[in-house]
């Protein structure tokens, strides 16, 4: 949806006919529901369930700027552990059994 918007006001800023200030201040108004949106998922992402180590096997919530910042494939995260202090995928599990 923020992606929509982003596109939608990004494409009107560039085919309609109006004032270069006002191109700008419509792209600069479609980034900030899309950054607001992208922050959302990401502590959503953060919060919902755990990450297992995948050296060590503990599960832990890390903290939203290790979220942020770990390379990524889907749900699985190249973090450090905060038990065994290595680097690994660490992939998103619901449950800590």
């Given at each position: 949806m923020v992606s929509a918007i982003l596109?939608?006001?990004?494409?009107?800023?560039?085919?309609?006919q109006m004032e270069d200030w006002l191109r700008v201040l419509l792209i600069v108004i479609g980034f900030i529901p899309f950054i607001i949106g992208i922050a959302w998922a990401i502590r959503i992402e953060q919060k919902a369930g755990y990450y297992e180590c995948?050296?060590?096997?503990h599960k832990y919530v890390p903290t939203y700027s290790n979220v942020?910042?770990?390379m990524h494939m889907m749900r699985t995260r190249y973090m450090k552990c905060p038990n065994c202090n290595k680097k690994s995928w660490q992939k998103k599990v619901i449950s800590k059994k």
């Open positions: 596109l939608s006001l990004v494409f009107v800023a560039s085919y309609v995948g050296k060590c096997g942020l910042w770990a």
